[in-house]
């Protein structure tokens, strides 16, 4: 198995909502990644954890907030968000210091989302 | 400081004809490059990797690329282009220092097949 699977594939949600994206690997990766994607942009890095724990913090503003509740599951809560946070946002994972280091990202396929 | 460079936003070649992708890229140690393809609304698939073993590196759907350490260049090829390779192509860097990986990407250049 060698998927990153995101839920929800699209999410519409009002500037009040609290809303969350999921992420989901079973390739025992013990590091994940959240990147954010604007129309005709490469991703840029939001998150970053390493063994449950929180190792990268991109200057995310707090109406983004990480969790990661074990080493296969990594959440992204929203609240509050402004129209501009409409992007597609992708999830990715790497195995980790323990395993053998490629330098290789596997990526979801991403949850679009939109603001209104 | 490591930084990538992808020359042409957009490319458009025949269908059949060579594919061309270029990237450049700067950094103070020895890079791992790698290509990323993404289709319309789907997350980022690796198309091949230099990890410092051999400078021609092949990957998936034909494509290859070639690591010249004097030209700071990591191009990518195809010798004919298909009309499934219409998509958006990323070249990245990372260092290898931990077992994050913190890349940093190209602008991205659209591929365009033409029939």
């Known amino acids: 198995d060698t998927e990153v699977t995101q839920t929800p594939k699209h999410l519409v949600m009002g500037m009040t909502n609290k809303k969350s994206l999921k992420c989901e690997q079973h390739?025992?990766?013990?590091?994940m990644y959240w990147y954010k994607q604007k129309a005709k942009k490469p991703p840029e890095l939001m998150f970053v954890y390493s063994y449950e724990k929180l190792s990268i913090n991109e200057s995310v503003p707090s109406r983004f907030s990480p969790e990661c509740p074990n080493s296969s599951l990594l959440n992204l809560h929203l609240h509050a968000l402004q129209p501009e946070d409409s992007a597609l946002y992708l999830c990715?994972?790497?195995?980790?210091?323990?395993?053998?280091?490629?330098?290789?990202?596997?990526f979801g396929e991403g949850s679009r989302l939109t603001v209104l | 400081a490591q930084s990538v460079t992808q020359l042409g936003s957009h490319v458009s070649v025949s269908e059949g004809a060579l594919v061309l992708l270029r990237c450049n890229y700067s950094s103070s140690v020895p890079p791992y490059l790698f290509w990323y393809v993404q289709y319309p609304n789907q997350g980022l698939q690796l198309l091949l990797k230099y990890t410092s073993a051999a400078t021609l590196v092949k990957g998936i759907n034909g494509f290859e690329a070639e690591f010249k350490k004097s030209e700071t260049s990591f191009h990518l090829t195809k010798p004919s282009a298909h009309m499934s390779d219409a998509a958006e192509y990323f070249c990245a860097v990372t260092p290898i220092t931990s077992g994050t990986y913190k890349y940093i990407f190209g602008t991205g250049t659209r591929l365009k097949v033409l029939a």
């Open positions: 990715a994972s790497s195995p980790g210091t323990s395993g053998r280091r490629t330098g290789e990202l596997f």
């Open positions: 390739m025992g990766h013990r590091a």
